[in-house]
């Protein structure tokens, strides 16, 4: 993985402040990256993730305007949902923190049952 999640973190943070998103988390799990943010406005939503999608593609594999490869980077393009309600609110935050620690290397059972995860209960009084 080398200084890839550190490549990943400033872009994020540098593109964050120029379109006036602000990161409330992000979990970086190697293959795929999750972000809670909250938007300045509903207009910012679509420059950041163009800028932030393209910044991270080219810094990952060296591509750039005049240095190109046949490779697909992404995958899928971004799932984006709008939070409404403190329950879905606390579930998003949860849902990020368990693939936060994804990507420090624990398994998804072991961290939903170390950040009390709904549906974790049984499994975690064994």
Request: aromatic share 10%.
């Amino acid at each position: 993985m080398g200084d890839n999640p550190k490549k990943v973190s400033s872009i994020l943070k540098k593109f964050a402040k120029k379109y006036g998103v602000q990161l409330l988390a992000v979990a970086n799990v190697g293959n795929h990256i999750h972000i809670h943010m909250k938007l300045g406005n509903r207009f910012g939503y679509k420059p950041f993730i163009r800028a932030v999608t393209a910044a991270i593609a080219m810094a990952i594999t060296g591509v750039s305007r005049w240095k190109k490869i046949d490779l697909k980077f992404w995958d899928l393009r971004p799932y984006t949902r709008v939070v409404v309600g403190r329950e879905a609110w606390i579930r998003l935050t949860k849902y990020v923190r368990v693939n936060q620690l994804e990507g420090m290397g624990y398994s998804r059972e072991v961290a939903k049952i170390v950040i009390g995860y709904p549906g974790m209960e049984k499994l975690s009084s064994a």
